[in-house]
């Protein structure tokens, strides 16, 4: 047995629809004294809007129906006994405001034009106090849409701080990244570096010392290769396609709609096709240690877009070529001189240094009002003859 449904409301809705009951109290209280031809029927439908007001949280799919059926019992309420009766509307000011616009506004305008209609006859009576009738719209006409906007703000409040918590996370990983290429691979690469300089000098007058300082280089050459490579197969690989996924949530909650474009050497001309559709049978051909600093620096883009350009859209375009993978990132924002973009605290500083790391670099072109388009460029390699595959 469904213990759940046998509740007067779920146990997870706390005690948040009985507060809402209070409402009825009002109606009820006036319903007293109401000719007893029609009292009754103030009591049956106070009773069907109750519930409906309880199936409604147990019956989600039923929830525009439901609504109908409530937004009608107010109307006759008013119409029957008094405008203020509809005071119960702000019961489901929250399940109104989560309905799609269109129904939304539909019940809105209905709403609206009846009551007009209703309270014709009530204007002259209230006088002054004519105000108070429109105390019973708000719940109706102005409290649904007030909820939805608060809702969807604090929804894109919360998408944001999540890009954030995971964007440090990869700050983090990049700071780890970067103390173990400096104190691992640091010491031996200025060890190698002071042998080739001995061996320069001892090449002409002690031709076998030289020899074997040669040796050495080799093998400190190998065992820092070693290591390179141990530090990259322990090294979190980030995935460009995930890293748009991820660009595509922060741009949504910002409200910045993001145009993909493919583009490659076997297909020259630009198709708006998704990521997966684009790189199922093409990956890039990156190394994972490439890959991961291009969807680094790609998001440091993407986040720039969203933090400082106020545009209101952006284009992505990946171009696998021959010799270089590029991903460009076009916005229509407020632009900026290209030199403030180096000494303002973007990040755009951090990113080219990053890049030539694997001999990538970075290309801007900005102007004030205009919008800015950041490319990355990435050098390729070619696996095998067949361009676009790994």
């Known amino acids: 047995m469904n213990r759940e449904k046998w509740r007067l409301f779920p146990k997870s809705e706390g005690v948040a629809p009985y507060i809402l009951l209070t409402n009825l109290m009002i109606p009820m209280y006036f319903l ?5 031809s029609i009292q009754w029927l103030g009591f049956v439908l106070l009773g069907i809007f109750v519930l409906s007001f309880r199936q409604s949280y147990f019956y989600a799919k039923w929830a525009t129906p439901i609504l109908i059926v409530q937004v009608g019992i107010l109307l006759i309420l008013a119409a029957v006994f008094h405008p203020m009766y509809t005071f119960i509307g702000f019961m489901i000011a929250a399940p109104l405001s989560k309905q799609k616009l269109p129904i939304l506004l539909s019940i809105t305008i209905v709403f609206t034009v009846s009551m007009g209609f209703i309270a014709v006859p ?21 409290l649904p849409y007030i909820i939805r906007t608060s809702t969807r703000f604090q929804q894109k409040s919360a998408r944001l701080r999540a ?3 995971e964007r440090m996370a990869q700050q983090e990983e990049r700071q780890r990244i970067a103390r173990e290429l400096h104190d691992t691979l640091g010491h031996t690469l200025s060890l190698i570096a ?74 020259p001309r630009p198709s708006n096709v998704g990521m997966e559709d684009a790189l ?31 545009a209101t859209k952006c284009n992505v375009h990946l171009d696998i070529q021959e010799g270089e993978v590029r991903v460009s990132v076009r916005d ?49 390699v070619i696996r095998n003859e067949k361009v676009g595959r790994a």
């Open 163 to 165: 890009e954030t918590a």
């Open 122 to 142: 009530y204007l002259d009576r209230m006088g002054s106090l004519v105000w108070i009738g429109l105390v019973p719209m708000f719940g109706i006409c102005i």
């Open 32 to 36: 007293l004294y109401e000719p007893s």
């Open 280 to 310: 199922v049978n093409n990956p890039l051909p990156l190394t994972p240690l490439q890959e991961t600093i291009l969807a680094m620096c790609f998001r440091e883009t993407i986040t720039n877009v969203v933090r400082h350009s106020r």
């Open 194 to 267: 002071l042998k080739g300089e001995v061996v320069e000098k001892l090449v002409n007058r002690h031709p076998q010392r030289a020899i074997e300082e040669a040796r050495e280089i080799r093998e400190t050459a190998r065992a820092a290769l070693k290591q390179m490579r141990e530090l990259v197969t322990e090294m979190k690989v980030t995935y460009f396609a995930d890293e748009y996924k991820h660009a595509v949530s922060l741009c949504s909650a910002a409200g910045i709609p993001l145009l993909f474009q493919y583009q490659s050497i076997s297909d």
């Open 332 to 380: 229509d924002g407020i632009g900026a001189d290209t030199e403030q973009f180096y000494t303002s605290s973007n990040g755009l500083a951090g990113l080219r240094q990053r890049l030539v790391m694997i001999d990538g670099r970075m290309s801007l072109s900005s102007a004030s009002g205009k919008g800015t388009e950041v490319t990355l460029h990435i050098p390729r």
